[in-house]
Nanobody
Framework: QVRLVESGGGLVQAGASLRLSCAASGRTFSTYNMGWFRQAPGKEREFVAAISRSGGNTYYADSVKGRFTISRDNAKNTVYLQMNSLKPEDTAVYYC?????????????????WGQGTQVTVSS
C-alpha cells in the first residue's frame, strides 16, 4: 500500500508561482514512477506531468510545458511540481499519483495510487 499526501495548493493571481509537494509512504519510493494530474470542475481528469523512478526522465502535457517542472527527492520520499506563470485555466484540483510497474504513462487508469488532491485557484 502507498499513501500519498499533497500540499502547497492555494489561491494566487495570474503570473504567480506555486510549488506542490507530495509526500509518499508505504513502499520504497524509488521503485515507482510518479505523476501529477488535475481536474477542473466539469472536466475529465487530465495528465500534467510525470517522472521516472530515478528522476532521469520527465514528461509534460503540452499545456504546461515550459511553465511547470516535476522533480523528485528519493531521499525525502517526495515529488514536487513547480508551477510558474500560472494562468486561470490552470485552476483545478491537482492529484499526485504513483505507478508501481512498467514505464511512465499519461493515462490516469494506469496509475495505482492517488492522493486526496490539493486545490489550485488562479485568478485573472
Amino acid at each position: 500500500q502507498v499513501r500519498l499526501v499533497e500540499s502547497g495548493g492555494g489561491l494566487v493571481q495570474a503570473g504567480a508561482s506555486l510549488r506542490l509537494s507530495c509526500a509518499a509512504s508505504g513502499r520504497t519510493f524509488s521503485t515507482y514512477n510518479m505523476g501529477w494530474f488535475r481536474q477542473a470542475p466539469g472536466k475529465e481528469r487530465e495528465f500534467v506531468a510525470a517522472i521516472s523512478r530515478s528522476g532521469g526522465n520527465t514528461y509534460y502535457a503540452d499545456s504546461v510545458k515550459g511553465r511547470f517542472t516535476i522533480s523528485r527527492d528519493n531521499a525525502k520520499n517526495t515529488v514536487y511540481l513547480q508551477m510558474n506563470s500560472l494562468k486561470p485555466e490552470d485552476t483545478a484540483v491537482y492529484y499526485c499519483t504513483a505507478r508501481l510497474w512498467g514505464t511512465v504513462v499519461t493515462a490516469p487508469h494506469e496509475y495505482d495510487y492517488w492522493g486526496q488532491g490539493t486545490q489550485v485557484t488562479v485568478s485573472s
